[in-house]
């Protein structure tokens, strides 16, 4: 067949199948081909194929399905390999099958060996092996189980032959025998042990993961078995070897354990610090019973997505992971002798920071070796300061306090912020002292805050001092507070900084009525030290208005404030950053005291001032927008709310951090302002990220997280998304009213978003009992005339007027009885309202 | 951002720009990716499963280059290496199994044909194969249009857009490169099947 051939009968085959009609067909074949009939019958083979159905290809390509070389195991329990037999199946996963085997020669012992299911490139295997053999021969640690030998199956697939250890892997013994964390920790350490002395060999096990740490006992002591050291490397395949081999490989291992850089799949980039990250995971999982991301859920995500979770998802901190157990936490506990409270208790803080510090994606912040691992895990356990997470004179002086054997209780850690504070306020009020009397004033009062730290506040917790005594923060405040006067009577400035502490530790405490005397006092001491006007004094007089607002308590407070106001604006001038910071607060107090108008005049002009001398990026500014745009959604001016505390978010975050204090209050006004403001999906993106920020930093019992969380809940709820909605409002409520009182500002708000979900669920009992004690709250905190007061009073109005009808159709119906109960619960509802509702009031605890 | 992408996507680029060698790169890839592909999916689910080829291919497409905007011509090159990796493997995997059925000492590890009729579709598909080289020889773009379809799984559209032919001119190659095949195959047959 010619080409030239070829083309005619293509043309004539073309130009023929183009022709419907039989006839013609036949007629244009018998022109076209002239006399030659070999050309003729071609093409009328051609066409009844081009007729029918299905040709050849078709057959084929319906018959056609994929089997592809994957050798059956055909070894079995007395196959032999090479020198070792085969006696029993021990284990079996996705990449390969282990025995126990028979060794012959040149000594009898029984070795685990490992095949390797998926085919792969046997020799580059068996040469990979060969080329660290070497080094892994060098290992010898009683922690690591030796690789002895590596080779091929009569089927070409390669084998490991290893020190043969029974046991089970190390998570499963831990569940097993209901270790306690102490525990766990002690073996964790020896693992960590057996991955430094590899790396100081230059072996990075690259894999490893529960199943590849065993447990096996050794006189009665568990001894942790770390496997499979130099197989990872072997089984895989460089980038620059253009094959995905490995890849898959990996994946089909375990993408739980892997380190975001071999998540990257850039192998040439694999160092000692993968291996870091894998025992993070290891820990992680020790403590919590899951790892940082769900084995099932990477897989389920699939190839790219999985690879960007590992990348860039913060998992949680274990203690926050513990939290969302749900109804598992007690069974977790259980399995490590312990309960669900004291358990996250224990993990909370220092663990959490191990973890994360292992766990970090960028592999520079990881610990840098094994052995920092091993050493902050031991500093953990000999209750040492541990290096990672935030080295802060407070957190240092916590476990100073702790070490010291002092009942260790949360609380501790706020008396710890008084030295912090102390040490902070002592250094600038020192640099002042300097300069006016001269070192020696300055040296002497040093000493004496020196000797009162050391002497009275850290001493009150020292056990003999604090003998059968429960030391809370109260105690050592106390201790520390007591004969101040004396302490300090030949340097009246250092008692007035150490009252002044003492005084702001009380009110974060929310104990404002032990905060007074120490801040009244301080105020004096300055009066009389440097005169009513001095900006130390002015800065005490600030403080102790501050100190009325926060407290609720705003006739004292305003004056003060005013005061402190009006004379920073004298003595300081205008644009002093101190006056300024006067401007922002009593701005705030107007804003509590409904006096709307003045408040957002001040904090308009705060702003405007603050941003012209300090700069738009100043926590001063910052604040004063804070202030100015709650006021903004108070008053209903949404769009102004929404444009303001954006602006300050964004500032906020880029100049102080996503995770400070000032940006996450700045992203609940946000959010807030959007909620009310008609767009609930930016509300919701953004409380989401809130509450998830402020879990992992600043704990879930905190107003920030628990704003954020109400925050959430009501944008749910205007999402429509009820389910999602109620346990977020109700928790929200809850956790404010415990942690800020019943009568917060914040758990009034939180609670008024409650009983509107409450009215749309049509729990209408809960709905009105909630009302009727937010009424009550509101008016205790805001008073009659403020808008949140107000609000309520409008959905106690709707329920009135619903309830009201209700109770005309029972009338009406005859229904005496019924009409009787309803006519008790619109009285009740319109007692709150009115506000009539005295014998309720001095039932609930008034204000500390 | 993602590695193995980032290779497939960095060689179609350079055969975009005319580089030869880089072809050769990303066969060996695609024709591993398929196998593990395939080798992943038939040991995980029942061993006695069904693959279809060419959806194996498509697979491997959203697997290495996802929904990021590839041009024609780069799917062109992507398709073009797939459908002779794919080709490679079903052929070996045909010789293979040529080859157990002539040994009977072996015993047959994973054919799941129940025809044991002499030209079973391993046989066919090799003579299939054969077949269409000879029509490479003769005719390429026909050849590779075929492989397009019967390797890749490409519509007789989007094969066309490939290989920068008109649709219907790829609908005329197609029909003829169909009967051609089939009558090169069968003419030694002495009976016309299909």
Known sequence: MSDERAIDEEAVFSAAIAIDEAGKQLAYLRQACGGDTALLARVEALLRVHASKTSFIERVADSLQLTIDVPLMVEGPGTVIDRYKLLEKIGEGGMAVVYMAEQQEPIHRKVALKIIKLGMDTRQVIARFEAERQALALMDHPSIAKVLDAGATETGRPYFVMELVTGVSITEYCDKNNLSTKDRLALFLQVCHAVQHAHQKGIIHRDLKPSNVMVTHHDGQPIPKVIDFGIAKATNQRLTEKTLFTRYAHIIGTPAYMSPEQAELSDLDVDTRSDIYSLGVLLYELLTGTTPFSEEDLRKAGYIEMQRVIREEEPAKPSTRLSSLGETLTDVAKRRSSTPDLLRKAIRGELDWIVMKALEKDRTRRYDSSSALLADVKRYLDREPVLAGPPTAWYRTRKFVQRHGALVTVVVFVAATVVVGLGISMALYLRAERARDGEAVARAETQAVTDFLTKDLLASVYPEKARNQEVTVRYILESAARDLDEKFANSPLAEAQVRETLGRTYQKMGDYEAAKPHLERAWEIRREQFGEEHPATLASLNLLGMLYSNWGRYEQAEPLLARALDLRRRVLGEEHPDTLESMSDLAWQYMCEARFEEGMVLATRALERGRRVLGEEDPIVLRAMNALAAGYVTVMRYAEAQSLAGQGYEISRRVLGEEHETTLLLANVLAWACESGGRPDAAAELAARTVEIGRRIVGEEHLITIWAMSNLGAAYLKQGRREEAAPLLTRAFELAAQVGGPDHAGTVLFGLRLAILYRVQERWAEHEALLIQLAEASRRTHGEEHPQTGYIKYWLQMRIEQLTSVYREQEKSGDSQGAATTFGRLEELRRAYTGDSETQKSKVEGPR | ?194
């Not at chain 2, 040529?98 to 015993?107: A, F, I, T, V």
């Not at chain 2, 649709?167 to 090169?184: K, M, Q």
Request: net charge neutral; proline share 3%.
């Open chain 2, 1 to 194: 951002m993602h590695c193995v992408m980032n290779d497939v996507t960095r060689i179609l680029n350079a055969m975009e720009r005319g580089d030869v060698k880089a072809t050769d790169e990303l066969l060996p890839i695609l024709y591993e990716e398929l196998r593990l592909l395939a080798a992943q999916k038939l040991t995980k689910e029942s061993p006695r499963q069904t693959l279809q080829p060419t959806a194996l291919v498509h697979e491997a497409y959203l697997r290495l280059l996802g929904d990021q905007g590839q041009t024609w011509q780069s799917r062109g090159h992507f398709f073009a290496a797939a459908a002779e990796a794919m080709r490679r493997i079903l052929i070996e995997n045909a010789r293979r199994k040529h080859r157990l059925k002539r040994d009977r000492n072996q015993e047959r590890v994973d054919l799941q044909d129940a025809e044991p009729a002499v030209n079973g579709p391993c046989d066919d598909l090799l003579a299939l194969d054969e077949a269409i080289e000879k029509l490479a020889r003769i005719d390429k773009v026909k050849a590779d249009l075929v492989k397009l379809r019967f390797f890749a799984g490409l519509t007789g559209e989007q094969a066309a857009q490939i290989l920068g032919i008109s649709h219907n001119t790829a609908d005329r190659y197609w029909a003829y490169a169909r009967s051609w095949l089939h009558v090169e195959i069968t003419k030694g047959d002495g009976s016309e099947r299909g």
